[in-house]
């Protein structure tokens, strides 16, 4: 199986051994205070990360549907649609470690004013506690450019707390990360200022205060992937129901996601991270049953009783957090905090970087020097990167980064006048013409996303919301291309590489769909798009269309 054994429909061979963390572990932690991290709620919900480590060109899109009640007690039909760089694929494993390493961060000294978070791949490998090597700094670095390249199209599904609404808008969870190292001439010493932007919505998000506790001591006891993300998916849904938690067997499938197959497979492949959070005490006890009398399966979760949800006020100040993470005592910790609250990120980058470089004055004891520089404000030792520079590094992120959400913006209006207009299109189509259309896009799909159909109609007799979701995507795509007259992705870089070695590009009007259908012989029920493609010269995000883009950019004369 691609996301959890290497076949993607078959069980495991023979009996599944699920990793077991080490019980003097479980006992050490357990007899700490909870580490709790604040973490946005939406990217508890809905899947992002592959599970399997093998990033499969075939399953570069996750599909996701379902209805929810409104706040008027009404039903709101969501889809949420993640969409992988073709080359770097989506998000996988390690990468879900990183975004939450990411979650602890942000929580610890929140987001800048101006939209940016300043990072190391120390800190983060710190917090994973993961070697610092270069080899793990790399994966770090690619994680965060895997997620900065995966597009999401919300409609209706990610939720806006001081609004009360849910949005329909395609995004990225990061605009843009920037790297900067920088190495002292005389002490050959690395230091790295690293800028992370997450998007608006998610910014406005975390303002609004979504977030939940995550305890980070329990998540870094689970092995499994798919226990990872069970287990956050389930964090969440056990705030509003604390003792037992049930869900449809499919639909948690999907949320994770793992492959569509037989209730009896989804049983065995859940089996292990299930049986993970069992171990670690998460959950007292799941079982998956079917509703007598019905295809429905559900998985119910019950919760332990001497596991009650930590109230908000009762977490640690996360300043207090980073210095007991860095051998501080509590007591001493949440006096330097109250003392010297300014002091704390400044002395504890400089700390950090002393520390990562093996200089003297760290090596003993750590966190006595990381106590006293604080209460005596030490100044940073030489070869330290100064404030002007990172303000500097900072205000070239910031410039970049603006330019960058301005061509979102314009991305975004003109998705949604795409959406208007492929929406015209169908109102005009016949009843045949639509059901031809949506033949074509089931046989479009990929093998992964039909089997996932096929399974549906074996298990529930008619299509889920994803399958739905996923035939409905490409039934747009084939609708851009053929009445709007908007090239793909694919074919656009394929006109490239002609361009490049001085090749003629097909016609229009010879020039055939992927199923054989040239383009001049089906007759549109609307007019097509009034402006035609375009050449563009310099490639933008893959997965839209670089044409159209031009036509909307600033000078272009186009409203």
Same mark, same amino acid.
């Given at each position: 199986? !691609?996301?959890?054994?290497?076949?993607?429909?078959?069980?495991?061979?023979?009996?599944?051994?699920?990793?077991?963390?080490?019980?003097?572990?479980?006992?050490?932690?357990?007899?700490?205070?909870?580490?709790?991290?604040?973490?946005?709620?939406?990217?508890?919900?809905?899947? #992002?990360?592959?599970?399997?480590?093998?990033?499969?060109?075939?399953?570069?899109?996750?599909?996701?549907?379902?209805?929810?009640?409104? %706040? *008027?007690?009404?039903?709101?039909? +969501?889809?949420?649609?993640?969409?992988? *760089?073709?080359?770097?694929?989506?998000?996988?494993?390690?990468?879900?470690?990183?975004? /939450?390493?990411?979650?602890?961060?942000?929580?610890?000294?929140?987001?800048?004013?101006?939209?940016?978070?300043?990072?190391?791949?120390?800190?983060?490998?710190?917090?994973?506690?993961?070697?610092?090597?270069?080899?793990? #700094?790399?994966?770090?670095?690619?994680?965060? &450019? $895997? &997620?900065?390249?995966? $597009?999401?199209?919300?409609?209706?599904?990610?939720?806006?707390?001081?609004?009360?609404?849910?949005?329909? @808008?395609?995004?990225?969870?990061?605009? =843009?990360?920037?790297?900067?190292?920088?190495? =002292?001439?005389?002490?050959?010493?690395?230091?790295?200022?690293?800028?992370?932007?997450?998007?608006?919505?998610?910014?406005?998000?975390?303002?609004?205060?979504?977030?939940?506790?995550?305890?980070?001591?329990? #998540?870094?006891?689970?092995?499994?992937?798919?226990?990872?993300?069970?287990?956050?998916?389930? *964090?969440?849904?056990?705030?509003?129901?604390?003792?037992?938690?049930?869900?449809?067997?499919?639909?948690?499938?999907?949320?994770?996601?793992?492959?569509?197959?037989?209730?009896?497979?989804?049983?065995?492949?859940?089996?292990?991270?299930?049986?993970?959070?069992?171990?670690?005490?998460? /959950?007292? !006890?799941?079982?998956?049953?079917?509703?007598?009398?019905?295809?429905?399966?559900?998985?119910?979760?019950?919760?332990?009783?001497?596991?009650?949800?930590?109230?908000?006020?009762?977490?640690? *100040?996360?300043?207090?957090?980073?210095?007991?993470?860095?051998?501080?005592?509590?007591?001493?910790?949440?006096?330097?905090?109250?003392?010297?609250?300014?002091?704390?990120?400044? +002395?504890?980058?400089?700390?950090?970087?002393?520390?990562? %470089?093996?200089?003297?004055?760290?090596?003993?004891?750590?966190?006595?020097?990381?106590?006293?520089?604080?209460?005596?404000? #030490?100044?940073?030792?030489?070869?330290?990167?100064?404030?002007?520079?990172?303000?500097?590094?900072?205000?070239?992120?910031?410039?970049?980064?603006?330019?960058?959400?301005?061509?979102?913006?314009?991305?975004?209006?003109?998705?949604?006048?795409?959406?208007?207009?492929?929406?015209?299109?169908?109102?005009?189509?016949?009843?045949?013409?639509?059901?031809?259309?949506?033949?074509?896009? @089931? !046989?479009?799909?990929?093998?992964?996303?039909?089997?996932?159909?096929?399974?549906?109609?074996?298990?529930?007799?008619?299509?889920?919301?994803?399958?739905?979701?996923?035939?409905?995507?490409?039934?747009?795509?084939?609708?851009?291309?053929?009445?709007?007259?908007?090239?793909?992705?694919?074919?656009?870089?394929?006109?490239?590489? $002609?361009?490049?070695?001085?090749?003629?590009?097909?016609?229009?009007?010879?020039?055939?769909?992927?199923?054989?259908?040239?383009?001049?012989?089906?007759?549109?029920?609307?007019?097509?798009?009034?402006?035609?493609?375009?050449?563009?010269?310099?490639?933008?995000?893959?997965?839209?269309?670089?044409?159209?883009?031009?036509?909307?950019?600033?000078?272009?004369?186009?409203?």
């Amino acid at each position: 199986m !691609d996301f959890l054994f290497p076949n993607m429909l078959e069980p495991a061979p023979g009996p599944v051994e699920v990793p077991k963390p080490d019980r003097g572990q479980m006992d050490a932690l357990k007899e700490q205070h909870k580490h709790e991290i604040r973490v946005e709620c939406n990217m508890e919900e809905f899947p #992002y990360f592959r599970l399997g480590k093998r990033n499969s060109k075939d399953f570069n899109k996750i599909h996701f549907a379902r209805e929810v009640r409104s %706040n *008027d007690g009404g039903t709101i039909k +969501q889809r949420w649609v993640v969409v992988a *760089d073709s080359e770097l694929g989506l998000p996988g494993p390690f990468d879900q470690d990183v975004y /939450v390493a990411m979650e602890a961060i942000i929580d610890e000294f929140g987001i800048h004013p101006e939209g940016y978070v300043p990072f190391t791949c120390y800190r983060i490998a710190q917090i994973l506690g993961k070697d610092h090597s270069g080899r793990t #700094y790399q994966a770090i670095r690619e994680a965060l &450019m $895997r &997620m900065v390249s995966t $597009r999401i199209t919300s409609e209706k599904a990610f939720y806006l707390r001081d609004e009360r609404v849910w949005i329909s @808008e395609t995004f990225h969870l990061y605009d =843009s990360v920037r790297f900067e190292e920088r190495k =002292s001439a005389r002490t050959k010493a690395a230091f790295e200022y690293n800028l992370l932007f997450p998007c608006r919505w998610y910014i406005a998000s975390r303002k609004a205060n979504y977030v939940k506790p995550l305890d980070m001591n329990l #998540y870094k006891q689970l092995g499994l992937p798919a226990a990872k993300k069970l287990f956050r998916y389930l *964090d969440k849904r056990r705030h509003s129901s604390p003792r037992e938690v049930k869900v449809d067997l499919f639909h948690l499938a999907d949320v994770l996601p793992i492959a569509p197959s037989f209730p009896s497979k989804l049983k065995q492949v859940l089996q292990p991270p299930c049986q993970q959070l069992k171990d670690v005490g998460f /959950v007292h !006890d799941f079982k998956i049953v079917q509703i007598y009398g019905t295809k429905t399966w559900q998985a119910i979760f019950t919760f332990p009783n001497e596991q009650p949800i930590i109230a908000a006020d009762q977490s640690i *100040d996360p300043k207090v957090q980073t210095l007991m993470d860095r051998g501080i005592t509590q007591s001493a910790a949440e006096s330097l905090v109250h003392a010297y609250p300014e002091r704390i990120q400044p +002395q504890l980058e400089a700390f950090d970087w002393m520390v990562a %470089n093996k200089n003297k004055a760290t090596r003993n004891n750590p966190a006595g020097f990381l106590r006293k520089a604080i209460e005596d404000n #030490y100044v940073p030792p030489k070869g330290f990167m100064g404030e002007a520079e990172r303000q500097e590094i900072a205000r070239r992120g910031i410039e970049e980064n603006n330019i960058k959400r301005e061509k979102e913006e314009v991305e975004s209006q003109i998705r949604r006048q795409l959406k208007a207009q492929i929406e015209k299109v169908k109102a005009n189509l016949s009843p045949q013409e639509l059901a031809a259309l949506q033949k074509e896009a @089931e !046989d479009n799909l990929s093998s992964f996303l039909k089997q996932r159909l096929d399974n549906d109609m074996r298990n529930l007799g008619h299509l889920s919301d994803g399958s739905l979701s996923a035939v409905e995507f490409e039934f747009d795509r084939i609708i851009e291309g053929r009445y709007l007259n908007i090239p793909s992705a694919e074919e656009e870089e394929e006109g490239e590489r $002609r361009e490049g070695r001085g090749e003629e590009l097909p016609s229009a009007q010879t020039a055939e769909s992927g199923n054989g259908h040239q383009v001049s012989e089906v007759a549109p029920s609307t007019p097509p798009s009034p402006h035609p493609p375009t050449p563009s010269s310099s490639p933008q995000k893959k997965g839209f269309s670089h044409s159209l883009f031009q036509q909307f950019l600033p000078g272009s004369g186009q409203q």
